[in-house]
């Protein structure tokens, strides 16, 4: 593990100095008479523009129930939230109360000392109706480190009109993907799917379908760079040779959005956050355009990752109290329907779905059985940080700068160095 023994302990201290103190620097937990009080910062990471928005606005009507806190709403870039915290908790200053955790973050975040656990506190309330499979990543060392707040996979979304002029189907398989995308080519003049480069969890759906994964945990094994590894790289980077799909070296989700949107690809593969932003698109002002379907299978199986977000509670914060009582709102059944019909986003809590605007939701009637299928990640300190090498390889493949058989190799070797001890 990459415990930092100094760091922990440092936290540590914070915490207990924060139980003993918690009236300091204006963020005391309770007012006159037990009532919650004082200032909690949340640190969102949704899509600007779009996400940010709804949560900004949920987030701060918390106050309707809490008038004596105050919310102080951040959006942080995605990108840079997980070292950004990390360097605050470290250095024990400028860590917000309440982050929002992707899911790999949260056992990293919690092996180093710097979540609070949750287990018998008010941020989880009724434990039991979350999704089991969204609960999976908030454990750690048999403690609860984070409240589930989205949960999401991914799908191949289409624009119908454009599949329906090149006379194609909806593509199943790889293979058939290919088959579409020349006939798109050939038809209208556009390319058939525009491919994330710059991010290796757009890889996954790659690497499961031909039965391979990043690591075997049980059996602390590399298996980035195994025969089902070097597979799946080939299969990704002959997308983009075959000219089936274009791909970038930077800013993958902006290019990759405005492309689909204006239609200048058929196709592209992403999850339910990105609904919001799609039909913005000139392509989807008719919401009806736009179509959503599993991502096509490789040769072992049809294969997407789960993700999500998670909600956790810095260890250091000096407003524990209302800190947990902010998660539970955030997580309660009231807030994550308002989500889903505000952002299409698929809610943690089994309860939710039995609503009926929820249980009517196109996008959740796709996704829910999506997730159900998902391959989980293995929720260990370090999957956070498998992506960094991987990403790296990942786009020198695509861009042509390294063989997929180097890439794959270069990465097994980059993970055996973070894992000590692993084959």
């Not at 602390?220 to 195994?226: G, L, R």
């Not at 020198?396 to 063989?403: C, I, R, S, Y």
């Amino acid at each position: 593990m990459r415990r930092g023994i100094a760091a922990t302990a440092l936290v540590a201290t914070l915490a207990l100095a924060a139980t003993a103190c918690g009236g300091e620097d204006g963020k005391q937990s309770k007012g006159s008479g037990g009532e919650l009080a004082g200032e909690v910062t949340w640190w969102d990471t949704s899509t600007v523009g779009s996400e940010d928005k709804v949560f900004k606005k949920i987030a701060e009507d918390f106050t309707k129930k809490h008038p004596k806190v105050t919310v102080k709403y951040v959006n942080v870039p995605f990108g840079d939230a997980q070292n950004k915290f990390k360097n605050a908790a470290q250095a024990g200053s400028g860590a917000p109360d309440v982050i929002r955790s992707e899911v790999a973050w949260t056992p990293d975040f919690a092996d180093l000392g710097y979540l609070a656990p949750l287990d018998g506190t008010t941020a989880l309330k009724n434990e039991g109706d979350f999704l089991k499979q969204a609960a999976a990543s908030t454990k750690y060392k048999d403690k609860t480190y984070a409240v589930p707040q989205v949960i999401d996979s991914m799908g191949i979304f289409y624009n119908k009109k454009m599949l329906k002029d090149a006379g194609v189907e909806v593509p199943g398989t790889i293979a058939d993907l290919k088959t579409a995308a020349k006939k798109i080519k050939e038809k209208t003049g556009k390319t058939g799917m525009y491919l994330r480069g710059d991010d290796a969890y757009w890889f996954l759906s790659f690497l499961y379908g031909e039965g391979g994964d990043l690591v075997d945990a049980k059996n602390k094994k590399i298996t980035i760079d195994n025969a089902a590894g070097v597979k799946a790289m080939n299969v990704a980077k002959d997308l983009v040779t075959s000219g089936a799909a274009k791909t970038d070296a930077t800013d993958g989700f902006d290019n990759m959005q405005k492309a689909f949107k204006s239609g200048d690809v058929a196709m592209m593969i992403n999850g339910p956050w990105a609904i919001a932003d799609t039909y913005a698109g000139d392509q989807f002002k008719d919401k009806s355009n736009l179509g959503i379907a599993p991502v096509p299978a490789g040769s072992v199986k049809q294969g997407a990752p789960q993700g999500g977000h998670n909600l956790a509670v810095y260890a250091g914060s000096k407003n524990l109290d209302a800190s947990y009582a902010f998660v539970d709102y955030m997580s309660s059944p009231e807030v994550q329907a308002q989500v889903t019909k505000e952002l299409n986003l698929l809610p943690t809590r089994t309860s939710v779905y039995a609503q009926p605007d929820v249980a009517k939701n196109e996008i959740v009637t796709f996704f829910k059985p999506v997730v159900e299928k998902a391959v989980e990640r293995p929720w260990i300190p370090e999957t956070g940080s498998l992506f960094a090498p991987l990403v790296t390889e990942y786009t020198k493949v695509l861009t042509g700068q390294t063989a997929p058989e180097a890439g794959v190799k270069n990465a097994g070797d980059a993970y055996r160095k973070l894992l000590k001890g692993w084959n």
